[in-house]
């Protein structure tokens, strides 16, 4: 079992960056495939990026692509998602998640682990 916990978020305005972190604890990042997600208020979450277990393959959702960036550092046992350019749409909450499987999938279902989300706020 894993452990996850974000954090990075804030208060930025539209234009800005933020790095969101996800820290793990338990056992080692490296066996998952992992994702973020995010949530607007009253919504389901919906998928935001998703990275292979040794980083070399990663996959966006279409409204953030070119804008963010999912990596990982194994060794840190921390996966980063770079968020540029931000957009008031993108205000919501960001959860990171842990998948034992090895594709990268946009299901939330079948990611078995999730931290706590961190809150990211873009005003215009």
């Known amino acids: 079992q894993v452990q996850l916990v974000e954090s990075g978020g804030g208060l930025v305005q539209a234009g800005g960056s933020l790095r969101l972190s996800c820290a793990a604890s338990?056992?080692?990042?490296?066996?998952?495939?992992m994702g973020w997600f995010r949530q607007f208020p009253g919504k389901e979450r919906e998928f935001v990026a998703g990275?292979?277990?040794?980083?070399?393959?990663?996959y966006y959702t279409n409204p953030v692509k070119g804008r963010f960036t999912i990596s990982r550092d194994n060794a840190k046992n921390t996966v980063y998602l770079q968020m540029n350019s931000l957009k008031p749409e993108d205000t919501a909450v960001y959860y990171c998640?842990?998948?034992?499987?090895?594709?990268?999938?946009?299901?939330?279902?079948?990611?078995?682990?999730w931290g706590q989300g961190t809150q990211v706020t873009v005003s215009s």
């Open positions: 990275i292979s277990r040794s980083g070399g393959t990663t």
């Open positions: 338990g056992r080692t990042v490296s066996i998952y495939t």
């Open positions: 998640a842990a998948d034992r499987g090895p594709f990268i999938t946009t299901i939330e279902a079948n990611y078995e682990y």
